[in-house]
């Protein structure tokens, strides 16, 4: 208590440690709400932002290797885009047939999905009997209704016009990825140069440059084996769905590989749609089910075997935390949002391990065994 408050007879009122903090809290609460709204708001814009700025890093070191073998930032960053963006034109136009042809049978499937249910009723036949006696109830009311009455049927449309009313949308966001990954490596190494510019000191010059080296770094590593990963999955779904007689088995390889980019889900859609498909497309049910069942056999062993056998020990994560990251940015952006949720985390991760202050969030999002390994102590 100060002597002007002893003269004056006034009290200066005590801060504890919740008078202090209480605000605080509130106000970071309050910045996460409106910094989540605020993301969502902006999804048009901020996907196709995050997504180019993860493939610069991603694909940042391949351009530094083609700088050495004497071919400019421009050039190389149109080579990488090109190549890119030729793929993305091939793939899809050599599965624009299978794809229209299974979107126009979209209206059938759950009917001829009712119709090969109908083999497993022989299992189950209390199941059965009780259908028999909902449907002869439902065919009396039929038999009550008035001759003179007509029913009317009102078909589904096929779904074509949504597909095709969003299809500028999706071009554009691809054409503005593509755009914007092409500013990024043709700018060469100027982001870095004009980090270490503004940084006060030596030491946080170093700190900068050593976190987005090692963000590039592990991003590339991680997305590289991944993908390979992915493709030699891709291939072994293609062929299983070939030997088990369903059609298209190319497009199962494609979609194989493309949905396993997504932790977790990718395996469940897979497998769903797979099955769906067997049901359509076989003559038996238990077949359909033998699909669905040789899908999530591969999925398994790639996910408990093969991954964390090539994906190296730093660059494993927290599976829960994975699993939420990927449904909350599902909720947030969509299919994008679930392709980019696994690399965001590694970029994230790799930013705590640098900062003193956050290594211990950096722990939580590494996975099992991580923390005991990396940060045990050196006996003497």
Same mark, same amino acid.
């Given at each position: 208590?100060?002597?002007?408050?002893?003269?004056?007879?006034?009290?200066?009122p005590?801060?504890?440690?919740?008078?202090?903090?209480?605000?605080?809290?509130?106000v970071?609460?309050?910045?996460?709400?409106?910094?989540i709204?605020?993301?969502?708001y902006?999804?048009?814009?901020?996907m196709?932002?995050?997504?180019?700025i993860?493939?610069?890093l991603?694909f940042a070191?391949?351009?530094?290797?083609l700088e050495?073998w004497?071919?400019?930032?421009?050039f190389?960053?149109?080579?990488?885009?090109?190549?890119?963006?030729s793929?993305?034109?091939?793939?899809?136009i050599?599965?624009?047939?299978?794809?229209?042809?299974w979107?126009?049978?979209?209206?059938?499937?759950?009917?001829?999905?009712r119709?090969?249910?109908?083999?497993?009723r022989?299992?189950?036949?209390?199941v059965?009997?009780?259908?028999e006696?909902v449907?002869?109830l439902?065919?009396?009311?039929?038999?009550?209704e008035?001759?003179?009455?007509?029913?009317?049927r009102?078909?589904?449309?096929?779904?074509?016009?949504?597909?095709?009313?969003?299809?500028?949308?999706?071009?554009?966001?691809?054409?503005?990825?593509?755009?914007?990954?092409?500013?990024l490596?043709?700018? &060469?190494?100027?982001?870095y140069?004009? %980090?270490?510019?503004? *940084?006060p /000191? $030596?030491?946080?010059?170093?700190? !900068?440059?050593?976190?987005?080296?090692?963000?590039?770094?592990?991003?590339?590593?991680?997305?590289?084996?991944?993908?390979l990963?992915?493709?030699?999955?891709?291939?072994?779904i293609?062929?299983?769905?070939?030997w088990?007689g369903?059609?298209n088995?190319?497009l199962?390889g494609?979609?194989?590989f493309?949905?396993?980019?997504?932790p977790?889900?990718?395996?469940?859609?897979?497998?769903?749609v797979?099955?769906?498909v067997g049901?359509?497309?076989?003559?038996?049910a238990?077949e359909?089910?033998?699909?669905?069942?040789?899908?999530f056999a591969l999925?398994?062993?790639?996910?408990?075997?093969?991954?964390?056998?090539?994906?190296?020990?730093?660059?494993?994560?927290?599976?829960v935390?994975?699993?939420?990251s990927?449904?909350f940015?599902?909720?947030?952006?969509?299919?994008? &949002?679930?392709?980019?949720?696994?690399? %965001?985390?590694?970029? *994230?991760? /790799? $930013?705590?391990?640098?900062?003193? !202050?956050?290594?211990?969030?950096?722990?939580?999002?590494?996975a099992?065994?991580?923390e005991?390994?990396?940060d045990?102590?050196?006996?003497?």
């Amino acid at each position: 208590m100060s002597d002007s408050s002893v003269r004056t007879g006034s009290v200066e009122p005590a801060i504890t440690p919740q008078t202090k903090f209480a605000p605080s809290w509130a106000v970071i609460g309050i910045f996460l709400i409106a910094l989540i709204w605020g993301v969502a708001y902006a999804r048009s814009f901020l996907m196709p932002v995050v997504l180019g700025i993860l493939l610069q890093l991603v694909f940042a070191p391949v351009r530094r290797k083609l700088e050495r073998w004497g071919i400019g930032p421009g050039f190389a960053a149109a080579l990488i885009v090109g190549t890119l963006l030729s793929l993305l034109i091939a793939g899809t136009i050599g599965l624009s047939g299978p794809v229209r042809t299974w979107v126009d049978r979209a209206p059938l499937i759950g009917f001829e999905i009712r119709e090969k249910m109908d083999d497993l009723r022989e299992v189950t036949e209390g199941v059965q009997k009780a259908a028999e006696q909902v449907d002869e109830l439902t065919n009396s009311g039929e038999k009550e209704e008035e001759p003179g009455v007509q029913r009317v049927r009102v078909e589904e449309d096929t779904g074509l016009l949504a597909y095709a009313m969003s299809l500028p949308w999706v071009i554009a966001q691809i054409v503005f990825t593509l755009v914007l990954m092409f500013f990024l490596l043709s700018s &060469g190494d100027m982001f870095y140069e004009k %980090l270490v510019h503004v *940084m006060p /000191t $030596f030491g946080d010059k170093r700190q !900068a440059i050593r976190i987005a080296y090692d963000i590039e770094r592990k991003l590339s590593r991680y997305l590289f084996t991944i993908t390979l990963i992915n493709a030699g999955l891709g291939l072994a779904i293609g062929l299983t769905m070939f030997w088990c007689g369903m059609p298209n088995p190319i497009l199962f390889g494609l979609l194989g590989f493309l949905l396993n980019y997504i932790p977790y889900l990718g395996a469940i859609i897979g497998v769903a749609v797979a099955t769906m498909v067997g049901f359509v497309s076989l003559d038996l049910a238990q077949e359909a089910l033998l699909v669905g069942g040789a899908y999530f056999a591969l999925t398994s062993i790639e996910g408990q075997l093969v991954t964390p056998y090539f994906v190296g020990r730093s660059l494993r994560l927290n599976t829960v935390v994975v699993f939420l990251s990927v449904t909350f940015f599902a909720w947030l952006w969509s299919v994008v &949002g679930m392709l980019v949720a696994t690399p %965001l985390l590694v970029a *994230m991760r /790799t $930013f705590c391990e640098h900062i003193p !202050a956050l290594q211990q969030v950096g722990h939580f999002l590494s996975a099992r065994g991580y923390e005991l390994e990396e940060d045990a102590p050196v006996e003497s």
